[in-house]
């Protein structure tokens, strides 16, 4: 069964600092990989995706995420994390183009502090 | 490009009564759009697919008769959750499909009193 397991609930972090979100995922066939981001009042923004190629993507915004198979993971990452960040982030898994089925995790809130 | 709007953005209404929730792409035609529902801490769970012209396709689960679902439009979607009840308040997210990823409206809060 598809699934997708996202460990942290709420991480605080320092403007500056580098950031780390982690997904793990379970999927039956060959998984596509998603980063959203959810700000309040505001609907879910892409900020990057893997089908195949490269393990390393780069995104929007500065974030980028590397899927390791081996791992059954596709985490999140930020080298300087700025107050705008702060907000609802979310892992999916999704079939083919990731236009259909996406299953979601269950989100990481994030936290900048000055 | 590839907005999509929800309105009401929140609404609260008694228990019994109906509840119309309409999700647009406002810059883009969409023959499939999708609506999620989104509890406290939790993922957003997938509650059907629609898709202009045709019936909507439901996830396993989820009572049609109780979320209905009509997409008259190639830019509109509109969901109607039928004689409300407090179990049913939460978080109902659409997205809206134009070629190969899906774009999100921001959401539709819904408390049942």
């Known amino acids: 069964a598809q699934s997708v397991t996202q460990p942290d609930i709420h991480i605080t972090v320092s403007e500056g600092a580098s950031l780390e979100l982690r997904c793990n995922y379970s999927y039956g066939a060959t998984p596509y990989l998603f980063w959203y981001v959810q700000s309040p009042g505001q609907g879910l923004q892409l900020l990057l995706k893997y089908f195949s190629g490269d393990t390393l993507v780069q995104g929007i915004k500065g974030f980028e995420a590397e899927f390791k198979r081996s791992q059954s993971s596709f985490n999140l990452r930020k080298p300087s994390v700025h107050w705008s960040d702060a907000a609802e982030y979310f892992c999916?898994?999704?079939?083919?183009?990731?236009?259909?089925?996406?299953?979601f995790g269950t989100g990481t809130r994030l936290t900048v502090i000055p | 490009g590839a907005v999509v709007s929800q309105h009401p953005s929140w609404v609260i209404c008694k228990s019994g009564t109906s509840v119309k929730i309409e999700c647009r792409s406002l810059?883009?035609?969409?023959?499939?759009m999708f609506w999620y529902r989104q509890f406290p801490k939790q993922s957003l769970m997938l509650m059907a697919t629609?898709?202009?012209?045709?019936?909507?396709?439901?996830e396993q689960g989820v009572e049609k008769d109780k979320f209905l679902i009509n997409h008259a439009s190639l830019t509109l979607s509109t969901l109607t959750v039928t004689s409300a009840h407090p179990e049913d308040s939460s978080f109902y997210i659409c997205?809206?499909?134009?070629?190969?990823?899906?774009?999100f409206g921001p959401g539709t809060r819904l408390t049942v009193l």
């Open positions: 810059d883009f035609q969409a023959t499939t």
């Open positions: 997205s809206a499909r134009p070629r190969d990823e899906q774009f």
């Open positions: 999916a898994v999704g079939d083919q183009t990731g236009a259909n089925n996406l299953f």
């Open positions: 629609s898709n202009e012209g045709s019936k909507a396709t439901y």
